[in-house]
């Protein structure tokens, strides 16, 4: 584990996220390597930067990404069962994480996980703080604690840092990944990822 | 060969296309099915329908892509080195295809092959109708007869309806491939054309 951390820059709001989230801690396990979660915001990236629409209202590739997606998760081995938000808020979970990143960082993977697989496997809701609290609480995590974080300034000052640092990077996509240098973006990217990592680049 | 082709849709637009034509080449030879290359346009399908921006204009993404393309090519195996044209036009190159493919379509996929490396590994650009006849000269095809099919509008009503035909199927993006009903977006989708082609999908 000497090498640096892979980087993985994530939206709760894509479900190819979900996807990349479980298929970079594979690829690093089987190659000894750590994975550094780093939170982004699409709505800042490709909605206000790049101008786009989000997946689901853009003509064409949306009905492609409804039937991709189900196809997708049925292959990595995931449930796809996404919570039937009107529209997520991806906030309240990128604060909670970025709360508890502070203090613990493997708790702050887990409580991620945890509310990836609410939102896109399990038919939960993950857009308020009373249901980012609930989550946090089946870990053993203070919902209280959460709850007041999540009101603090500070923290949602940090997040905006932290997302800035991602856009600083070039991150734009979701899921993004970073290693020993090289970015690549997309959750078909991960045999390009493992290679990379495997072979020392190309 | 008794298996219905695999639908490969392209635009010479796509860097990413020229990726996915010899990919799925591949994929095809080591599972003994054909290919059947379908013409379409980024420009009305992205441009005008999705309402988005070409790839290298749209921000962020544009700088991802520069450093992808040539990474994604040298892992390939093909040269990077783009005509340096500043804005491709497809519609000589795509005229050509549909009129060698009513008479030839095995022809009609070399021309293809031939215009999409010349413009994207070997500098040469396909832009213009005595471009695209010079390529087709160079593969012993009657260069003369290209240029007049290039001037034909029943030939220009016939890119249309494949186009029109395209879209149709749903398609959007460049390189889409269709296999036993079942669409894949994207150069890096391969590993998932193959497993689909491999196992009768999952």
């Excluded at 089987?30 to 990236?45: I, K, Q």
């Excluded at 206000?48 to 949306?62: A, C, H």
């Excluded at 990836?116 to 308020?128: D, L, N």
């Excluded at 959460?146 to 940090?158: E, G, Q, S, Y």
């Amino acid at each position: 584990m000497n090498a640096a951390p892979i980087e993985f820059h994530f939206d709760f709001l894509s479900p190819y996220g979900c996807l990349g989230s479980v298929g970079i801690e594979r690829v690093a396990a089987r190659h000894g390597r750590s994975v550094r979660w780093c939170p982004m915001l699409l709505g800042v990236t490709v909605i206000r930067i790049m101008g786009l629409r989000p997946v689901p209202e853009t003509p064409l590739k949306g009905e492609y990404a409804a039937h991709d997606l189900p196809r997708f998760y049925r292959l990595v081995g995931l449930p796809w069962r996404p919570a039937p938000d009107e529209r997520l808020d991806p906030l309240p979970g990128l604060r909670a994480f970025v709360w508890l990143d502070e203090r613990d960082p493997a708790a702050a993977k887990s409580l991620a996980q945890r509310l990836y697989r609410a939102q896109w496997c399990e038919g939960r809701s993950i857009s308020t703080p009373e249901r980012v609290a609930a989550e946090a609480e089946s870990l053993g995590i203070d919902g209280a604690a959460v709850r007041t974080a999540l009101a603090d300034d500070r923290i949602k000052t940090k997040l905006r840092e932290r997302v800035d640092a991602s856009i600083g990077r070039g991150v734009f996509g979701c899921p993004t990944f970073i290693v020993d240098g090289e970015m690549f973006w997309g959750a078909d990217r991960l045999d390009q990822v493992e290679r990379w990592i495997a072979t020392g680049g190309w």
